[in-house]
């Protein structure tokens, strides 16, 4: 999820008011929602198209593109995208997308966008760790340490997107020093992540010479701590 809950809520509004203002004559809406739409305009391809795909855009983004939800919005698209979709009313196809959206609205509500996020985080970020220990095992310091470093990263970005921040564009250490400064790591975290953030570096520089297996390991069992506390 690279969106805060206010950037989401806004794409939304965004998004219902496109839906919302596609009518067939001028005043009568082509979804039902009280009142006349604010800008009315003749329904056409073009517009269903920005409100399906920002749709579906929208919900890759906060659950990702292995998650049931994503599956089950295309799916129910499929019709729509396929190359014959002449039975196929434009108003179904705004209804699903309005579905899903308030589905997002609900999540949100509920507080359990967060829940649902630190479930995926901690997926994907064990993936990485424990395939990179699989690596280290294979003697692949290079590989491993890439992936090590990534998931690392990963989490630390995830964590502070989880709590509010803009960390998009930032270094680990930007991000780190943001955590810091909201009080979301403690003074010992953020002293070990200096040195992570350096082995981070010559990782990503390729100074293989620089790096050791010890380091790397260090940085999984932090990373596989950090997910336990932060995402589970």
Known sequence: MK???????????????????????KGHGLVKKDGFPDKPEVVSRIKVDLVVN?????????????????????????DYNSSDNSKLHYSDVLEICLAKLELIRSHIDLD????????????????????SKSLLEQENLKVGSVLACAALEDSLKRYAIMNGL??????????????KTKSLLSKAQGN??????????????????????????????????FIIDNFK
């Open 3 to 25: 969106y805060t809950k206010d950037k989401i809520l806004k794409t939304i509004e965004y998004i219902e008011q496109i839906a919302y203002n596609q009518t067939y004559e």
């Open 54 to 78: 920002l749709t579906l855009n929208l919900i890759e983004k906060i659950y990702g593109s292995d998650n049931e939800i994503f599956f089950n919005a295309q799916t129910q698209l499929t």
């Open 112 to 131: 359990l966008l967060n829940s649902i996020y630190s479930d995926i985080a901690s997926e994907i970020v064990t993936d990485f760790t424990e395939l």
């Open 166 to 179: 803009n960390v998009e564009d930032k270094s680990m250490s930007e991000v780190a020093n943001s955590l």
């Open 192 to 225: 070990i992540l200096k040195g992570f953030t350096t082995t981070r570096n010559k990782c990503f520089h390729a100074e293989w010479e620089k790096i050791t297996e010890i380091e790397i390991k260090s940085i999984i069992a932090f990373t596989e701590q």
